[in-house]
């Protein structure tokens, strides 16, 4: 099983700042890897898939690099709304596993 | 637009089998170019994959998971369903299905969740 870390489990941070939030896999998942965005009660949304591509309707402000085994979800200029949880996610030999999440909250 | 809908008992006892269908609506559950899966959520947990289906009957299961999950698809119905058996307290937990496109790693279209409870 491919494990995903996240780092850092907490980012505190202020609207208008910039987060850089990291997901480093155990072995290589090419550029098989995604992004999503969880708000308390709510279903995750997809923000970037295969590494950095932009899901549909995602502001400019997410993006993503990297591949191999470490990736980057960079939000530049922090909206009052991008306070939530985040999860990177591989799909290898079509087994899929999740990071443990990194809580982005306002400082 | 694609809408999922997760239904079942939100109430399960220990011991029984966990039956949840997902009805697919604004397209059809056969379309070549993608798959359908179950995902789960402990209290206070993160997100943990059950498994996928194709139209077709393929299936891919958790490792973790294998011995206790069946997922099958009815196109009839545009829907695919999941079943867990000799459920615990441990698989309390929101259930959400989703759609996963085959020509990316990532799920596009979630449902809105479903929680479910195994207590006595």
């Known amino acids: 099983e491919i494990v995903l870390t996240q780092s850092p489990a907490t980012l505190s941070l202020s609207p208008g700042e910039r987060a850089t939030l990291s997901c480093r896999a155990s072995?290589?998942?090419?550029?098989?890897l995604a992004w999503y965005q969880q708000h308390p009660g709510q279903a995750p949304r997809l923000l970037i898939y295969?590494?950095?591509n932009r899901a549909t309707d995602i502001p400019a402000r997410f993006s993503g690099s990297g591949s191999g085994t470490d990736f980057t979800l960079t939000i530049s200029g922090l909206e009052p709304e991008d306070f939530a949880v985040y999860y990177c996610?591989?799909?290898?030999?079509?087994?899929?596993?999740f990071g443990q999440g990194t809580r982005l909250e306002i400082k | 637009q694609l809408q999922l809908q997760e239904s079942g008992p939100g109430l399960v006892k220990p011991s029984e089998t966990l039956s949840l269908t997902c009805t697919v609506s604004g397209g059809f559950i056969s379309g070549s170019n993608y798959y359908w899966g179950w995902i789960r959520q402990s209290p206070g947990k993160g997100l943990a994959w059950i498994g996928s289906?194709?139209?077709?009957?393929?299936?891919y299961y958790n490792p973790s998971l294998k011995s206790r999950v069946t997922i099958s698809v009815d196109t009839s119905k545009n829907q695919f369903s999941l079943k867990l058996s000799s459920v615990a307290a441990a698989d309390t937990a929101v259930y959400y299905c989703?759609?996963?496109?085959?020509?990316?790693?990532?799920?596009?279209?979630w449902g809105q969740g479903t929680t479910v409870t195994v207590s006595s």
């Open positions: 289906i194709f139209y077709s009957g393929s299936t």
């Open positions: 295969d590494a950095s």
């Open positions: 989703c759609r996963l496109p085959a020509w990316v790693g990532g799920m596009d279209v």
């Open positions: 996610q591989q799909r290898s030999n079509w087994q899929v596993t």
């Open positions: 072995q290589s998942v090419s550029s098989f």
